[in-house]
């Protein structure tokens, strides 16, 4: 039998394809090219791609994802987002038929060398200020004629990535360094995440790169995923184990970090750090533990208590007189957004996602 262990992250695969038209309105021209690195922003990259079959392409990390995703039936196109790391990736690449970015000289050398059985698409990066990869906007031209020049390329695309979609103006300066330095290119150009999906339109162009949008949590601090129209692609719930009674004074939790300022009912659940939950929530205002996370039980919002542990929390019930051992939890969902949960840990909702444990029990409904 395996583990009745309670915890649960459930996947909607009617909440991705939601997100999917959320992005398509945004972006009605455009061909979207669904980000699903990281195991799909801990989705399940097989089953995210299976429920996001309406979208034009799909971008990884790793050839062995983009490998799995092909294995795996999907015809789309697919793009390993940073290229190869490795010049023997390049024959398998090509055999696979899966696209690369190509952001530096190097990159450009090992296809040069490569011998490939046949040609491979590349998408060429531009840095206009993240200053991460890409190349230097007055490098870009020689790049792309070097490219352009060899057998073991076909089709170009031009590409770049915005360090401050999410801000106001935020993309006016490396917007115009692009267009500046690949005019008279006549190639397609993939310019957008989920940020500038949402916040900025004219950075659109013939292809975007939705990740975060359509699991359902916001690319930008200062707005909701519901102020968009996005739903919640993963509930992660779990069940009271225990319940506690604190008389006033008592602590709960390593450290008894928390202390009851009058008699208290406390839940302990069955989620803690080694599922991914944020160990130093509520930590946030020097130690001191009054500042609860965002938590659901029995749909009831109330906060957790004390330090998370390995495998449990506590959270308080005093107000959820109904709450007994085996009622249900929502640590982030559809009652509680990830994104609250994850402002009230110093971090974003991407973070949390993506640290989903692999022992957390996984079920795609819908799909
Ligand atoms: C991760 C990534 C994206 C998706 O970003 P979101 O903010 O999740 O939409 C798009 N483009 C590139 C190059 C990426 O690495």
């Given at each position: 039998?395996?583990s009745?262990r309670p915890i649960?992250?459930?996947?909607?695969?009617?909440?991705?394809?939601?997100?999917?038209?959320?992005?398509?309105?945004?972006?009605?021209?455009?061909?979207?090219?669904?980000?699903?690195?990281?195991?799909?922003?801990?989705?399940?990259?097989?089953?995210?791609?299976?429920?996001?079959?309406?979208?034009?392409?799909?971008?990884?990390?790793?050839?062995?994802?983009?490998?799995?995703?092909?294995?795996?039936?999907?015809?789309?196109?697919?793009?390993?987002?940073?290229?190869?790391?490795?010049?023997?990736?390049?024959?398998?690449?090509?055999?696979?038929?899966?696209?690369?970015?190509?952001?530096?000289?190097?990159?450009?050398?090992?296809?040069?060398?490569?011998?490939?059985?046949?040609?491979?698409?590349?998408?060429?990066?531009?840095?206009?200020?993240?200053?991460?990869?890409?190349?230097?906007?007055?490098?870009?031209?020689?790049?792309?004629?070097?490219?352009?020049?060899?057998?073991?390329?076909?089709?170009?695309?031009?590409?770049?990535?915005?360090?401050?979609?999410?801000?106001?103006?935020?993309?006016?300066?490396?917007?115009?360094?692009?267009?500046?330095?690949?005019?008279?290119?006549?190639?397609?150009?993939?310019?957008?995440?989920?940020?500038?999906?949402?916040?900025?339109?004219?950075?659109?162009?013939?292809?975007?790169?939705?990740?975060?949008?359509?699991?359902?949590?916001?690319?930008?601090?200062?707005?909701?995923?519901?102020?968009?129209?996005?739903?919640?692609?993963?509930?992660l719930t779990s069940e009271i184990i225990s319940v506690q009674t604190l008389a006033k004074g008592e602590s709960v939790g390593y450290g008894a970090r928390f202390t009851a300022d009058k008699p208290m009912k406390i839940g302990i659940v069955a989620c803690g750090y080694a599922d991914g939950y944020p160990r130093h929530a509520g930590q946030l205002h020097d130690g001191d533990m009054l500042a609860g996370v965002p938590i659901a039980v029995?749909?009831?919002?109330t906060q957790t208590v004390g330090r998370v542990s390995m495998d449990m929390l506590a959270c308080d019930l005093t107000?959820i007189?109904?709450a007994?051992i085996?009622s249900?939890v929502e640590l982030w969902?559809?009652?509680i957004?990830?994104?609250?949960v994850a402002h009230a840990c110093g971090t974003?909702?991407?973070e949390l996602?993506?640290a989903l444990a692999p022992r957390v029990?996984?079920?795609?409904?819908?799909?």
């Open positions: 039998m395996t009745a649960c992250a459930t996947v909607s695969a009617n909440a991705l394809q939601h997100n999917l038209n959320v992005v398509k309105q945004h972006a009605p021209h455009s061909q979207v090219m669904a980000v699903v690195k990281a195991n799909a922003y801990g989705h399940g990259l097989l089953q995210t791609a299976q429920a996001l079959h309406q979208a034009d392409a799909f971008a990884v990390l790793g050839l062995n994802e983009a490998i799995d995703l092909r294995e795996a039936g999907i015809e789309q196109r697919i793009l390993l987002l940073e290229g190869v790391f490795d010049a023997r990736e390049l024959p398998i690449a090509a055999a696979y038929q899966i696209d690369i970015a190509v952001h530096h000289a190097e990159q450009v050398k090992m296809l040069a060398n490569a011998t490939l059985a046949k040609p491979i698409n590349v998408h060429l990066k531009m840095n206009t200020g993240m200053n991460r990869l890409g190349f230097a906007p007055q490098a870009f031209k020689a790049a792309y004629e070097q490219l352009s020049g060899l057998e073991q390329v076909s089709e170009i695309i031009l590409m770049t990535h915005f360090a401050t979609a999410d801000e106001t103006n935020g993309i006016e300066s490396a917007l115009s360094i692009f267009q500046t330095h690949t005019q008279g290119l006549d190639h397609a150009k993939s310019l957008a995440n989920s940020a500038s999906i949402l916040m900025q339109p004219d950075s659109h162009a013939d292809w975007v790169r939705p990740g975060i949008m359509l699991y359902g949590a916001t690319p930008v601090s200062t707005q909701s995923a519901t102020s968009f129209d996005l739903q919640p692609a993963m509930q029995h749909g009831q919002r107000h007189p109904d007994q085996g249900p969902g559809n009652t957004p990830v994104d609250e974003i909702g991407y996602l993506c029990r996984f079920q795609f409904s819908d799909l």
